[in-house]
Nanobody
């Protein structure tokens, strides 16, 4: 497994979780890293991305203001801090890498999952009382 996502779990509405994405095989600073999520019966949704080359960061509309993506280069880890969680955030969360988007000067396809070629195994986040 080249990417490992962890940190999921069961949390009450209004609570917080921090997800981690790490790799023992690749240097995450050399890729654009994104978090996606997929709930049962729904399409995969882009949550957030970070690009170390140009410093760009963005979030999906449904998580803006609640989620924060960050990176610790020393630990080769990308984090997703999730606050004010609600039941609609329940999903399996995946981290993924893209070298094409890392080098791309265009920022219109950053949540196009087909452009990500390496995926972690996913971590379940359940928001429920």
């Amino acid at each position: 497994v080249q990417l490992q996502a962890s940190g999921g779990g069961l949390v009450q509405p209004g609570g917080s979780l921090r997800l981690s994405c790490t790799s023992s095989k690749i240097n995450l600073d050399e890729y654009q890293i994104a978090w996606f999520r997929q709930a049962p019966g729904k399409e995969r949704e882009g949550v957030s991305y970070i690009n170390s080359r140009d410093g760009s960061i963005d979030y999906g509309d449904r998580v803006k203001g609640r989620f924060t993506i960050s990176k610790d280069s020393a630990k080769n880890t990308v984090y997703l801090q999730m606050n004010s969680l609600n039941p609609e955030d329940t999903a399996v969360y995946y981290c993924a890498t893209s070298q094409i988007l890392y080098y791309s000067p265009i920022r219109t396809q950053d949540f196009t999952s087909d452009l990500y070629d390496r995926w972690g195994q996913g971590t379940q986040v359940t928001v429920s009382s």
